[in-house]
């Protein structure tokens, strides 16, 4: 299992006008794709602990408030084969419960099923981490996964 877990268990993408966005419990990663042959000096890209702001060869393609906070001075974009910019944000709070349910506080929503799978996806992570040694990668959930999932911690070992 040396793999991270969304490697092998894929991932939630949420679809955008420009590209799409998904999340794992520790970061969140936006893809942009962009006019074939951009170059890194064509890209503006302004990353804040709540906002994020993507120009193109000056033409805006992303901005605002995003849905929680991240660390400002983690966040990273890339270029990748000169038709798609990545970006990655870290998660303030890093955790099943903080599922966003949008990357911008008033745009980019997922709609309701895509929001279930996201949530499913982060509380299987969450006991992944919490049970380094089986594998929930392949693993099907059903009932109380909202904000989570339960709540194990007070429970005696």
Known sequence: ?????EERSGVVPCGTPWGQWYQTLEEVFIEIQVPPGTRAQDIRCDLQSRHVALAVGGREILKGKLFDSTIADEGTWTLEDRKMVRI???????DAA???TSLLESEYAADPWVQ????RKL??????KENPGFDFSGAE???NYTKGGPDFSNLEK
């Open 88 to 94: 990655v944000l870290t998660k303030t709070k890093r």
């Open 141 to 143: 959930i059903s009932g």
């Open 1 to 5: 299992m040396s793999a991270p877990f």
């Open 98 to 100: 903080n599922c966003w």
């Open 116 to 119: 279930d799978q996201m949530q």
């Open 123 to 128: 509380t299987l992570e969450r006991f992944q």
